[in-house]
């Protein structure tokens, strides 16, 4: 069984910055990429960043400049640090990681985890 746990959330002023942090923990083989995604009222979920094993990042393009996705691959938590941040950046945010997992026959099964999801409110 694999847990998240998210953190960082809350209200923010338009402008301001704000750090998330996600831990994976359980009974985890090795980790694929790490992610960041977000929900934001009446719309659909979006990807926001995500960082391979390897260090490879991608951002949505409305985060690109003022967003940073880093990991921690020792204590498996990935950070999402956005500054500048504008009203349109609420949302829910979820910490998603892809990873291989023991099975139960001695192999390994990829799994997609998901946090509960925090809420990012920026005012304007």
């Known amino acids: 069984q694999v847990q998240l746990v998210e953190s960082g959330g809350g209200l923010v002023q338009a402008g301001g910055s704000l750090r998330l942090s996600c831990a994976a923990s359980?009974?985890?083989?090795?980790?694929?990429?790490m992610g960041w995604y977000r929900q934001a009222p009446g719309k659909q979920r979006e990807l926001v960043a995500r960082?391979?094993?390897?260090?490879?990042?991608n951002y949505v393009d409305s985060v690109k400049g003022r967003t940073t996705i880093s990991r921690d691959n020792a204590k498996k938590t990935v950070f999402l640090e956005m500054n500048s941040l504008k009203p349109e950046d609420t949302g829910v945010y979820y910490c998603?990681?892809?990873?291989?997992?023991?099975?139960?026959?001695?192999?390994?099964?990829?799994?997609?985890?998901w946090g509960q999801g925090t809420l990012v409110t920026v005012s304007s």
């Open positions: 960082i391979t094993s390897g260090g490879s990042v």
């Open positions: 998603n990681v892809r990873l291989w997992v023991p099975g139960t026959n001695a192999d390994l099964t990829a799994l997609d985890a």
């Open positions: 359980g009974s985890i083989f090795s980790i694929v990429h």
